[in-house]
Protein backbone atom coordinates (compact mmCIF):
# COMPACT_ATOMS: atom_id res chain seq x y z
CA UNK A 1 0.00 0.00 0.00
CA UNK A 2 0.72 3.33 -0.35
CA UNK A 3 -0.03 5.60 2.95
CA UNK A 4 0.44 8.79 3.90
CA UNK A 5 0.87 9.60 7.77
CA UNK A 6 -0.43 13.10 9.26
CA UNK A 7 0.16 15.14 11.88
CA UNK A 8 -0.57 18.88 12.77
CA UNK A 9 2.56 18.69 15.04
CA UNK A 10 6.02 19.33 14.45
CA UNK A 11 8.34 16.02 12.92
CA UNK A 12 10.32 15.95 16.10
CA UNK A 13 10.58 12.39 17.67
CA UNK A 14 10.47 13.02 20.73
CA UNK A 15 7.43 12.47 21.43
CA UNK A 16 3.43 12.52 21.12
CA UNK A 17 1.54 12.27 17.81
CA UNK A 18 4.90 12.78 15.85
CA UNK A 19 6.68 9.54 17.45
CA UNK A 20 3.24 7.56 17.09
CA UNK A 21 3.74 8.47 13.48
CA UNK A 22 7.49 7.17 12.95
CA UNK A 23 6.83 4.07 15.15
CA UNK A 24 3.78 2.68 13.25
CA UNK A 25 5.21 4.11 9.49
CA UNK A 26 8.97 2.47 10.38
CA UNK A 27 6.81 -1.13 11.36
CA UNK A 28 4.94 -0.36 8.03
CA UNK A 29 7.53 -0.09 6.05
CA UNK A 30 9.40 -3.12 7.59
CA UNK A 31 6.25 -4.70 5.75
CA UNK A 32 6.83 -3.73 2.64
CA UNK A 33 4.20 -0.21 2.48
CA UNK A 34 5.71 3.00 0.98
CA UNK A 35 5.22 5.27 3.38
CA UNK A 36 4.85 8.97 3.77
CA UNK A 37 4.63 11.65 6.37
CA UNK A 38 3.51 15.24 6.68
CA UNK A 39 3.93 17.41 9.61
CA UNK A 40 3.69 21.29 10.23
CA UNK A 41 6.71 22.19 8.81
CA UNK A 42 5.73 20.75 5.24
CA UNK A 43 2.53 22.78 5.18
CA UNK A 44 3.69 25.89 7.20
CA UNK A 45 6.47 28.51 6.35
CA UNK A 46 9.17 29.09 8.76
CA UNK A 47 8.00 32.72 9.59
CA UNK A 48 4.56 31.54 10.15
CA UNK A 49 2.80 31.73 13.86
CA UNK A 50 0.74 28.96 15.37
CA UNK A 51 -1.90 30.23 16.85
CA UNK A 52 -5.41 28.91 18.10
CA UNK A 53 -6.48 27.92 14.85
CA UNK A 54 -3.25 26.45 13.29
CA UNK A 55 -5.18 23.04 13.36
CA UNK A 56 -8.03 24.03 11.17
CA UNK A 57 -5.76 25.70 8.51
CA UNK A 58 -3.13 22.57 8.50
CA UNK A 59 -6.25 20.98 7.57
CA UNK A 60 -7.37 22.90 4.72
CA UNK A 61 -3.65 22.91 3.74
CA UNK A 62 -3.55 19.06 3.92
CA UNK A 63 -6.77 18.82 2.47
CA UNK A 64 -5.71 20.62 -1.11
CA UNK A 65 -2.00 18.99 -0.45
CA UNK A 66 -3.50 15.13 -1.01
CA UNK A 67 -6.11 16.22 -3.78
CA UNK A 68 -2.87 17.37 -5.69
CA UNK A 69 -1.61 14.19 -4.99
CA UNK A 70 -4.27 12.04 -4.77
CA UNK A 71 -2.76 9.02 -7.20
CA UNK A 72 -0.32 8.70 -5.17
CA UNK A 73 -1.85 7.28 -1.75
CA UNK A 74 -4.08 4.23 -1.36
CA UNK A 75 -5.15 5.83 2.15
CA UNK A 76 -4.71 8.78 4.01
CA UNK A 77 -3.68 8.27 7.92
CA UNK A 78 -4.48 11.78 9.98
CA UNK A 79 -4.60 12.74 13.31
CA UNK A 80 -7.27 14.55 14.80
CA UNK A 81 -8.11 17.08 14.21
CA UNK A 82 -6.58 17.49 10.97
CA UNK A 83 -8.66 15.53 9.14
CA UNK A 84 -11.94 17.63 9.25
CA UNK A 85 -11.70 19.72 5.71
CA UNK A 86 -10.15 16.47 3.94
CA UNK A 87 -13.23 14.76 5.40
CA UNK A 88 -15.83 17.24 4.28
CA UNK A 89 -14.50 17.29 0.70
CA UNK A 90 -13.76 13.45 0.61
CA UNK A 91 -17.54 12.50 1.96
CA UNK A 92 -19.62 15.82 1.07
CA UNK A 93 -18.01 17.93 -1.70
CA UNK A 94 -17.39 16.02 -4.72
CA UNK A 95 -14.31 14.54 -3.59
CA UNK A 96 -15.27 10.51 -3.37
CA UNK A 97 -12.39 9.58 -6.07
CA UNK A 98 -10.14 10.92 -3.39
CA UNK A 99 -8.25 7.80 -1.29
CA UNK A 100 -9.92 7.14 2.31
CA UNK A 101 -9.57 8.63 5.69
CA UNK A 102 -8.32 6.43 8.51
CA UNK A 103 -8.57 9.05 11.78
CA UNK A 104 -5.61 8.53 14.59
CA UNK A 105 -7.64 9.82 17.69
CA UNK A 106 -5.10 9.87 20.92
CA UNK A 107 -7.68 11.46 23.49
CA UNK A 108 -10.71 12.76 24.27
CA UNK A 109 -11.68 16.76 24.64
CA UNK A 110 -15.17 15.46 26.55
CA UNK A 111 -11.91 14.47 28.96
CA UNK A 112 -10.14 17.45 28.95
CA UNK A 113 -12.79 19.73 29.70
CA UNK A 114 -14.89 17.29 32.15
CA UNK A 115 -11.09 17.29 34.55
CA UNK A 116 -9.83 21.17 33.42
CA UNK A 117 -13.42 22.47 34.62
CA UNK A 118 -13.24 20.85 38.26
CA UNK A 119 -9.24 22.23 38.11
CA UNK A 120 -10.47 25.63 37.25
CA UNK A 121 -12.57 25.65 40.84
CA UNK A 122 -9.43 24.69 42.54
CA UNK A 123 -7.49 27.78 40.91
CA UNK A 124 -5.12 24.86 39.42
CA UNK A 125 -5.86 25.27 35.60
CA UNK A 126 -3.93 27.80 34.19
CA UNK A 127 -5.97 28.01 30.89
CA UNK A 128 -9.11 27.26 31.18
CA UNK A 129 -11.07 30.18 31.88
CA UNK A 130 -14.36 30.88 31.05
CA UNK A 131 -12.69 32.13 27.67
CA UNK A 132 -11.21 29.01 27.19
CA UNK A 133 -13.96 27.23 27.85
CA UNK A 134 -16.05 29.07 25.39
CA UNK A 135 -13.41 28.54 22.61
CA UNK A 136 -13.38 24.71 23.34
CA UNK A 137 -17.61 25.06 23.14
CA UNK A 138 -17.80 26.98 19.95
CA UNK A 139 -14.71 25.87 18.32
CA UNK A 140 -12.55 23.06 19.11
CA UNK A 141 -15.66 20.92 20.27
CA UNK A 142 -17.15 21.07 16.82
CA UNK A 143 -13.93 20.63 14.86
CA UNK A 144 -13.40 17.56 16.81
CA UNK A 145 -16.89 16.19 16.41
CA UNK A 146 -16.71 16.60 12.81
CA UNK A 147 -13.66 15.46 12.14
CA UNK A 148 -14.87 12.05 13.43
CA UNK A 149 -18.17 12.21 11.72
CA UNK A 150 -16.46 12.64 8.34
CA UNK A 151 -13.95 10.26 8.51
CA UNK A 152 -13.80 6.81 7.07
CA UNK A 153 -12.59 4.57 9.83
CA UNK A 154 -11.01 5.30 13.04
CA UNK A 155 -7.66 4.44 14.95
CA UNK A 156 -8.18 4.58 19.03
CA UNK A 157 -5.32 4.19 21.26
CA UNK A 158 -7.30 3.21 24.59
CA UNK A 159 -10.47 1.47 24.72
CA UNK A 160 -11.50 4.62 27.10
CA UNK A 161 -11.50 6.52 22.88
CA UNK A 162 -12.43 3.56 21.45
CA UNK A 163 -16.05 3.13 23.57
CA UNK A 164 -16.86 6.39 23.02
CA UNK A 165 -16.23 6.41 19.30
CA UNK A 166 -18.98 4.15 18.86
CA UNK A 167 -21.70 4.85 22.05
CA UNK A 168 -21.24 8.62 21.09
CA UNK A 169 -20.23 9.38 17.75
CA UNK A 170 -22.27 6.52 15.98
CA UNK A 171 -19.43 4.54 14.25
CA UNK A 172 -19.86 1.26 13.65
CA UNK A 173 -17.69 -0.92 15.32
CA UNK A 174 -16.16 -2.33 12.11
CA UNK A 175 -14.94 1.13 11.19
CA UNK A 176 -12.99 1.62 14.29
CA UNK A 177 -10.29 0.18 15.95
CA UNK A 178 -8.23 -0.21 19.38
CA UNK A 179 -5.11 -0.64 18.34
CA UNK A 180 -2.27 0.65 21.55
CA UNK A 181 0.75 1.94 21.02
CA UNK A 182 4.08 0.23 21.39
CA UNK A 183 7.76 -0.31 22.84
CA UNK A 184 11.26 -0.73 21.20
CA UNK A 185 13.57 -3.24 21.89
CA UNK A 186 15.85 -1.11 23.48
CA UNK A 187 13.87 -0.29 26.60
CA UNK A 188 13.86 -3.74 27.88
CA UNK A 189 16.67 -3.13 29.94
CA UNK A 190 18.34 -5.41 32.92
CA UNK A 191 17.62 -3.30 36.43
CA UNK A 192 18.57 -3.31 40.17
CA UNK A 193 15.58 -3.15 42.95
CA UNK A 194 17.52 -4.11 45.75
CA UNK A 195 19.11 -0.57 46.10
CA UNK A 196 19.73 0.80 49.72
CA UNK A 197 19.86 4.54 48.63
CA UNK A 198 17.16 7.23 48.71
CA UNK A 199 14.29 6.45 46.00
CA UNK A 200 14.84 8.05 42.94
CA UNK A 201 11.54 9.36 41.10
CA UNK A 202 10.88 10.42 37.58
CA UNK A 203 8.17 12.54 35.74
CA UNK A 204 9.40 12.97 32.00
CA UNK A 205 6.55 14.87 29.67
CA UNK A 206 5.23 18.33 28.64
CA UNK A 207 4.84 20.92 31.70
CA UNK A 208 1.48 20.75 32.04
CA UNK A 209 -1.44 21.57 34.14
CA UNK A 210 -3.24 18.33 33.38
CA UNK A 211 -0.63 16.21 34.10
CA UNK A 212 -0.93 16.68 37.79
CA UNK A 213 2.28 18.63 38.55
CA UNK A 214 -0.17 20.38 41.59
CA UNK A 215 -0.47 16.80 42.96
CA UNK A 216 3.26 15.93 42.75
CA UNK A 217 3.98 19.24 44.76
CA UNK A 218 1.45 17.98 47.35
CA UNK A 219 2.76 14.98 47.45
CA UNK A 220 6.19 16.08 47.46
CA UNK A 221 5.56 18.09 50.37
CA UNK A 222 4.83 15.55 52.81
CA UNK A 223 7.57 12.68 51.17
CA UNK A 224 10.50 14.60 51.20
CA UNK A 225 10.81 15.55 55.00
CA UNK A 226 9.67 11.93 55.59
CA UNK A 227 12.03 10.11 52.81
CA UNK A 228 15.75 12.32 53.66
CA UNK A 229 17.84 12.24 49.98
CA UNK A 230 13.96 11.36 48.04
CA UNK A 231 14.95 13.24 44.46
CA UNK A 232 11.80 13.78 41.26
CA UNK A 233 13.81 14.22 38.09
CA UNK A 234 11.41 16.29 35.66
CA UNK A 235 12.69 15.33 32.05
CA UNK A 236 11.57 16.48 28.53
CA UNK A 237 9.22 19.11 30.22
CA UNK A 238 9.83 21.80 27.70
CA UNK A 239 10.27 24.59 29.55
CA UNK A 240 13.56 26.52 31.56
CA UNK A 241 14.42 24.67 34.94
CA UNK A 242 13.52 27.55 36.34
CA UNK A 243 9.99 27.62 35.74
CA UNK A 244 9.57 23.88 37.65
CA UNK A 245 12.31 24.96 40.70
CA UNK A 246 9.93 28.53 41.06
CA UNK A 247 6.48 26.00 41.01
CA UNK A 248 8.21 23.48 43.36
CA UNK A 249 9.45 26.72 45.91
CA UNK A 250 12.62 26.49 47.93
CA UNK A 251 11.11 24.00 50.22
CA UNK A 252 11.44 21.28 47.82
CA UNK A 253 14.33 22.79 45.84
CA UNK A 254 16.39 19.86 47.15
CA UNK A 255 14.87 17.49 45.89
CA UNK A 256 13.84 18.59 42.28
CA UNK A 257 16.18 17.31 39.70
CA UNK A 258 15.48 19.22 36.04
CA UNK A 259 17.00 17.56 32.42
CA UNK A 260 15.17 20.16 29.75
CA UNK A 261 15.82 17.78 26.73
CA UNK A 262 16.42 14.42 26.36
CA UNK A 263 16.77 12.78 23.11
CA UNK A 264 14.63 10.21 22.42
CA UNK A 265 17.53 8.01 21.89
CA UNK A 266 18.50 8.41 25.19
CA UNK A 267 15.16 8.06 27.07
CA UNK A 268 16.42 4.31 28.40
CA UNK A 269 19.23 5.33 29.61
CA UNK A 270 16.89 7.64 31.67
CA UNK A 271 15.10 4.93 33.08
CA UNK A 272 18.07 3.23 33.98
CA UNK A 273 18.93 6.00 36.24
CA UNK A 274 15.66 6.22 38.23
CA UNK A 275 13.58 4.06 40.50
CA UNK A 276 9.74 4.65 39.81
CA UNK A 277 8.06 6.78 37.17
CA UNK A 278 5.24 9.40 38.89
CA UNK A 279 2.76 9.79 36.37
CA UNK A 280 -0.39 11.43 37.81
CA UNK A 281 -1.94 12.57 34.47
CA UNK A 282 -5.37 14.03 34.63
CA UNK A 283 -5.98 13.66 30.78
CA UNK A 284 -4.39 11.58 28.48
CA UNK A 285 -4.64 9.14 25.93
CA UNK A 286 -2.18 6.23 26.12
CA UNK A 287 1.34 8.08 27.02
CA UNK A 288 4.18 6.05 25.13
CA UNK A 289 6.56 7.05 28.22
CA UNK A 290 4.40 5.47 30.53
CA UNK A 291 4.94 1.73 28.18
CA UNK A 292 8.46 2.89 28.02
CA UNK A 293 9.27 2.63 31.88
CA UNK A 294 7.38 -0.33 32.09
CA UNK A 295 8.90 -1.95 29.81
CA UNK A 296 12.30 -1.13 31.24
CA UNK A 297 11.13 -2.91 34.44
CA UNK A 298 10.08 0.35 35.95
CA UNK A 299 7.41 0.34 38.38
CA UNK A 300 5.16 2.94 37.53
CA UNK A 301 2.17 5.40 39.49
CA UNK A 302 -0.18 6.58 37.45
CA UNK A 303 -3.78 7.75 37.80
CA UNK A 304 -7.12 5.62 36.95
CA UNK A 305 -8.30 7.07 33.85
CA UNK A 306 -7.85 7.30 30.24
CA UNK A 307 -5.76 4.69 28.77
CA UNK A 308 -3.39 3.88 31.85
CA UNK A 309 -5.48 1.28 32.69
CA UNK A 310 -5.63 -0.51 30.20
CA UNK A 311 -1.96 -1.52 29.92
CA UNK A 312 -1.43 -0.76 34.37
CA UNK A 313 -3.22 -3.39 36.72
CA UNK A 314 -3.77 -2.25 39.74
CA UNK A 315 -0.81 -4.05 43.19
CA UNK A 316 0.41 -6.47 39.91
CA UNK A 317 2.39 -4.30 37.40
CA UNK A 318 2.58 -0.77 39.10
CA UNK A 319 0.06 1.12 41.34
CA UNK A 320 -3.24 3.35 40.09
CA UNK A 321 -4.45 6.20 42.11
CA UNK A 322 -7.80 8.17 41.38
CA UNK A 323 -6.97 11.35 39.48
CA UNK A 324 -6.31 14.88 41.65
CA UNK A 325 -5.33 12.67 44.52
CA UNK A 326 -1.88 14.24 46.51
CA UNK A 327 -2.93 11.22 49.41
CA UNK A 328 -2.95 8.55 47.25
CA UNK A 329 -0.14 9.55 45.50
CA UNK A 330 1.79 9.84 48.72
CA UNK A 331 0.72 6.82 49.72
CA UNK A 332 1.86 4.55 46.68
CA UNK A 333 5.14 6.35 46.75
CA UNK A 334 5.88 5.20 50.46
CA UNK A 335 5.20 1.69 49.85
CA UNK A 336 7.49 1.64 46.93
CA UNK A 337 10.06 3.64 48.89
CA UNK A 338 9.82 0.81 52.00
CA UNK A 339 9.59 -1.89 49.67
CA UNK A 340 12.44 -3.16 47.15
CA UNK A 341 10.32 -6.87 47.12
CA UNK A 342 7.15 -4.76 45.99
CA UNK A 343 9.43 -2.29 43.71
CA UNK A 344 10.78 -5.74 41.79
CA UNK A 345 7.43 -7.72 41.48
CA UNK A 346 5.84 -4.45 39.76
CA UNK A 347 8.16 -3.85 37.70
CA UNK A 348 9.13 -7.52 36.26
CA UNK A 349 5.38 -7.81 35.70
CA UNK A 350 5.71 -4.57 33.91
CA UNK A 351 8.23 -5.55 31.99
CA UNK A 352 6.21 -8.88 31.02
CA UNK A 353 3.19 -7.13 29.87
CA UNK A 354 5.15 -5.18 27.55
CA UNK A 355 6.67 -7.70 25.99
CA UNK A 356 3.38 -8.42 24.42
CA UNK A 357 3.18 -4.64 23.22
CA UNK A 358 6.06 -3.78 19.88
CA UNK A 359 5.31 -1.77 17.18
CA UNK A 360 5.22 -4.79 14.87
CA UNK A 361 1.92 -5.61 15.92
CA UNK A 362 0.60 -2.48 16.50
CA UNK A 363 1.86 -2.07 12.64
CA UNK A 364 0.35 -5.34 11.85
CA UNK A 365 -3.07 -4.63 13.23
CA UNK A 366 -2.92 -1.02 11.71
CA UNK A 367 -2.34 -2.62 8.22
CA UNK A 368 -4.98 -4.93 8.45
CA UNK A 369 -7.33 -1.59 9.49
CA UNK A 370 -6.23 -0.19 6.84
CA UNK A 371 -6.92 -2.69 3.79
CA UNK A 372 -10.53 -3.62 5.95
CA UNK A 373 -11.26 0.34 5.31
CA UNK A 374 -10.40 0.27 1.45
CA UNK A 375 -12.23 -2.53 1.23
CA UNK A 376 -15.24 -1.18 2.71
CA UNK A 377 -14.95 1.93 0.90
CA UNK A 378 -14.37 -0.03 -2.59
CA UNK A 379 -17.71 -2.16 -1.91
CA UNK A 380 -19.55 1.02 -1.14
CA UNK A 381 -21.01 0.31 1.99
Known sequence: MKILMAAPVSRRREGGSAAVAYHLG??????????SYVFTEDLFGKDEIFGRFSALTFSARLDKYVSR??????????????????????????????PPQVMTLHGLEERRVHALSR??????????????????????????????????GAHAMS????????????????????????????????????????????????????????YIRDALERLVPELPGLTMTFAGCGCPPEVIQDFFGPRLTSAIVTRPVVPSEKMHELFADCDALLFPSLVEGLPVVLLEAMAS????????????????????NGLLVPPADAAAIEQAVLRLAHSPDLRRSLGQAAQQTMSRYTWERAALRLEQFFRHVIALESSGF
Open 69 to 98: HRGEFDVVNIHAPAGLLYGLHRRWLGGSHL
Open 159 to 214: RDVWNILQLKYNLDNDRVAYIPNGVEPRFFIHRQYDSSGPLKLLYAGTWLDQRGIF
Open 297 to 316: GMPVITTETCGMPDMVEDGF
Open 119 to 152: EDLKGRAWHFAWRNRMWHRLYLFPLYRWTIRCTD
Open 26 to 35: DGLRRRGHNV
